[in-house]
């Protein structure tokens, strides 16, 4: 796979990570776009029905030969292929519709089998995990592959490899069944007895319970693999579809009866034999002294009675809690611009502590739960070590950011602050700190946290806290902190375990709204904005760069729209990216919007994107938009670098997780003034849009009018 579709990959999956779906299927189903466009706006897929949950499904016991391989299922029922006795297992977790899973069953799989399956040395056995939020119709695609494999494992593997091969036939579709139909003729099953099968419904239930046991084991991406050493029943997590190299690398680590480097010990529920029943595991133990006091650049550093370190007198009558990810761009931004200052406000004068939790976004950052998982073991040395080790990841974020293993790099950053480097080692082949991590992901989802960095700002005489979501301006904090010091509630805050809808997100209160004069033309909560900041009315559209609908929008409503209201100064205009599950290549274009952005040029790029539709809607688009930041004469090289990194994808990813359970459907609208916004979705002509534009902006006058 070229490096272009890699990186549209990874576009997908971002947009996966945190709450929902940014990637699935191709453009390609007239039934979806004539849907999209009739009805005005474009929306996500249906919900997948079940039927009949209670029927059983029973596999074929027989055994058979695929690609002159060994194949069967074990004996709780998941196909292998391989010898049933080989030494090692690689137990694939796994998502039909996954792009990353794609990439490694038609990339890295076949050269694993070829180097591991025909020696003997490794079997492979692949366990449904179909992620129904992301990708809809996914799990009647693995229901449709048990009714496969209720006839022959020969016939499932076929299926299974038709199914992957053909991602992009079938993942647009709002009801594939044609299509899984087809392709189980096509590998040659008895179509009468698979009819019967999908008819009853009877393999739903059994996706569904696969699922389940997933989700026991921790496992909320795919693909995610477990390595299990047969003999001895000693398992190990990976996850991530990863390069060659870094399979290679653990299955002979296993082989040779070591640890697999890049991979942890499992700590959910694992299989003593590979093939066999689970029980629990044993949750290692991590160890910090709460009652040890350290300093680090002139502060007082120390551990919570819970094991959380915290910065600033522990005693301080207020402390801000802050949920981070070590590979975050915007935690990057508030570690490195607004913590000093805040540390040098308040954490010198004793007012407020600092408090660090682990919260890294697997989905988002593969990597960052490694250095999570090594930053407590650097802990377990003191705060001041944790300290040091807390800033130079950040510091040094993007020499990390992008590596397949970043243990090298930990190890050499643990060696560098000065870390006992035995106890330390030890401490990572161990593993005891992952599940330390797991158990505080956990924590902070309970808490309704899925974005980061998130804060609580905590009354410690009350224990009133109060909620602060993302890399806010310097000038917000001081004023939750300052309110929270006077044992006031911050103007405008929510108590942490209150209702949130009547509270205005960042990217549609004042304060978000308001220009950053870092980046010309774009607002302090990172949109793209035209018109002028102090118009009466704000609207903010959410958009899908291969959205039908939203390029009716574009291109034949927003010219008299930005004529008649925005250029007058009546209404500042702000866009927001909303990457629908039916359109992969929506987060591509809408990175090429930032990139062009970052070069001032935003706008015409986005209007350029929606008249040359057609033209980027390839299997690789990336030449495309590199030609069309050459028509608007933008800087080539730093625009192609931009577009193939990864921090453009994520602000457009970002755009999307923030309003989760707000936004459907592409183009949705929301109206903003008076302290309160007001919603509308779908595209619309010319002249309704523009007597509805009218009548906010007379609500907006006069709610102007009223507070003034």
């Excluded at 029905?49 to 499904?57: G, K």
């Excluded at 697997?362 to 800033?391: K, R």
Aim: proline share 7%; glycine share 8%.
């Amino acid at each position: 796979m070229n490096q272009p579709t890699v990186k549209r990959a990874i576009a997908l999956l971002l947009g996966l990570a945190l709450v929902a779906a940014a990637c699935s299927g191709s453009s390609s189903d007239s039934a979806a776009v004539d849907d999209c466009v009739e009805d005005g706006s474009c929306a996500e897929g249906p919900d997948v029905e079940t039927t009949d949950p209670d029927a059983v499904s029973t596999f074929s016991a027989a055994e058979g030969t695929y690609l002159g391989l060994p194949v069967g299922f074990t004996d709780d029922g998941f196909p292998y292929i391989g010898d049933p006795d080989a030494q090692v297992s690689v137990v694939e977790f796994s998502d039909y519709l996954c792009p990353f899973c794609f990439r490694h069953t038609t990339q890295t799989t076949p050269s694993l089998l070829l180097e591991y399956a025909t020696s003997g040395q490794v079997n492979f056995i692949f366990r449904d995990l179909p992620l129904a939020s992301l990708h809809p119709t996914a799990p009647i695609g693995h229901a449709a592959s048990l009714c496969v494999a209720e006839q022959d494992p020969e016939l499932w593997w076929a299926y299974h490899d038709e199914l992957f091969r053909n991602q992009q036939l079938w993942a647009n579709a709002i009801d594939p069944s044609d299509y899984l139909a087809e392709a189980a003729v096509e590998v040659g099953v008895e179509t009468a007895a698979y009819a019967d099968c999908v008819e009853s419904g009877r393999n739903t239930s059994l996706v569904d319970e696969r699922v389940a046991q997933g989700e026991l084991l921790g496992f909320n991406s795919t693909p995610t693999f477990q390595l299990v050493r047969n003999e001895t029943g000693e398992t190990f997590d990976l996850s991530g579809a990863h390069p060659l190299a870094v399979f290679q690398d653990a299955l002979d680590a296993m082989l040779a009866g070591e640890d697999p480097p890049g991979a942890v010990p499992s700590a959910g529920l694992v299989s003593q034999e590979g093939t066999g029943s689970a029980t629990p595991a044993t949750i290692p133990t991590f160890t910090v002294d709460p009652d040890s006091i350290d300093t680090y650049e002139g502060f007082a550093v120390g551990f919570t009675g819970e094991g959380f370190p915290y910065l600033g007198d522990p005693e301080a009558s207020v402390s801000l809690v802050e949920f981070s990810d070590y590979l975050c761009p915007f935690c990057f931004r508030h570690a490195t611009q607004t913590l000093p200052a805040l540390y040098e406000q308040y954490a010198g004068g004793g007012d407020v502590n600092f408090v660090f939790r682990d919260f890294p976004l697997a989905g988002l950052h593969p990597t960052a739960p490694t250095g999570h998982t090594a930053s407590l073991c650097v802990a377990e040395q003191g705060a001041a070590f944790f300290w040091a080790f807390h800033d130079s990841l950040f510091f040094n974020q993007q020499q990390w950011a992008s590596l397949p293993d970043p243990t090298p790099f930990l190890d050499q950053t643990a060696q560098q602050i000065g870390a006992d480097m035995d106890a330390y080692e030890a401490c990572m082949e161990s593993g005891r700190t992952a599940p330390i991590v797991d158990e505080r992901v956990a924590q902070g989802r309970d808490f309704g946290f899925n974005g980061t960095p998130s804060f609580h700002v905590v009354n410690n005489e009350t224990g009133d806290a109060f909620e602060l979501i993302g890399a806010q301006a310097l000038e917000r904090f001081q004023q939750y902190l300052d309110a929270v010091i006077a044992g006031e509630a911050p103007p405008d805050a929510i108590e942490s375990d209150e209702e949130q809808s009547a509270e205005l997100p960042l990217w549609a209160n004042e304060e978000g709204l308001a220009p950053d004069p870092a980046r010309p033309g774009f607002n302090v909560a990172g949109d793209a904005y035209k018109g002028d900041p102090d118009a009466p009315l704000v609207v903010v559209e959410f958009g899908d760069f291969q959205c039908p609908s939203c390029q009716r929008h574009a291109l034949d409503t927003q010219p008299t729209i930005d004529e008649t209201f925005v250029e007058t100064g009546d209404i500042m205009w702000v866009f927001k990216n909303y990457p629908l599950t039916a359109h992969p290549l929506a987060p591509v274009a809408g990175a090429a919007a930032e990139c062009a952005g970052d070069q001032g040029r935003f706008w015409e790029m986005h209007h350029l994107l929606y008249e040359a539709q057609e033209e980027w809607l390839v299997d690789d688009p990336d030449p495309v938009l590199n030609s069309l930041a050459g028509q608007l004469g933008l800087n080539g090289p730093a625009f192609a670098a931009c577009l193939g990194g990864r921090d453009a994808l994520e602000r457009v990813m970002a755009d999307r997780f923030e309003v989760e359970g707000i936004i459907a459907r592409t183009p949705s609208f929301v109206f903003v003034y008076g302290g309160a916004g007001r919603q509308m979705e779908g595209a619309r002509d010319v002249d309704d849009f523009i007597a509805i534009l009218g009548t906010q902006l007379e609500g907006a006058i006069a709610a102007q009018a009223e507070e003034g």
